[in-house]
């Protein structure tokens, strides 16, 4: 069944999801492991993510967070903003770091696949490369199954 985006529950895949739409049920589903999720509700909050993580890594490094050397080539101690901006990178890691999870088993459940498939990644070389290969994949409406 498809849902638009005024009318899809949570429990259940929005495809076609907005950016705004991504993100909002990125943090409404926070710690939702059965379900689905669309490639559109995937790929947008991938892309917040990644936008979030660079902009707080520039201005870590920007600010000083990494130290650096001074003219005779002594390390130097980072500066107080740039630990700022590295403790925020790492709190934002922790605060997203459960939930990132949630949405691949969701959007494995998509595609029909069991959520521990997502172990694949552990697998040296190739486990990552198989588990952004499912994460592309088209939904399959036989994972309807893991709906709650």
Do not use: C
């Amino acid at each position: 069944m498809s849902y638009t985006q005024s009318t899809a529950p949570l429990s259940q895949p929005l495809y076609g999801a907005s950016f705004g739409a991504a993100v909002q049920r990125f943090f409404k589903k926070y710690a939702t492991f059965s379900g689905r999720a669309s490639r559109s509700e995937f790929w947008w909050w991938i892309l917040a993510n990644a936008i979030v993580s660079f902009v707080l890594s520039l201005l870590a490094l920007i600010t000083g967070g990494g130290g650096g050397v001074d003219a005779s080539g002594s390390p130097l101690p980072p500066s107080g903003l740039g630990v700022v901006f590295l403790v925020l990178l790492f709190v934002w890691g922790l605060a997203t770091f459960v939930p990132h999870l949630a949405l691949v088993v969701r959007r494995l459940h998509d595609t029909n696949r069991s959520g521990f498939w997502i172990f694949i990644a552990f697998v040296p070389f190739v486990g990552g490369i198989i588990l952004f290969v499912f994460e592309v994949l088209p939904s399959d409406p036989r994972g309807a199954r893991f709906d709650a």
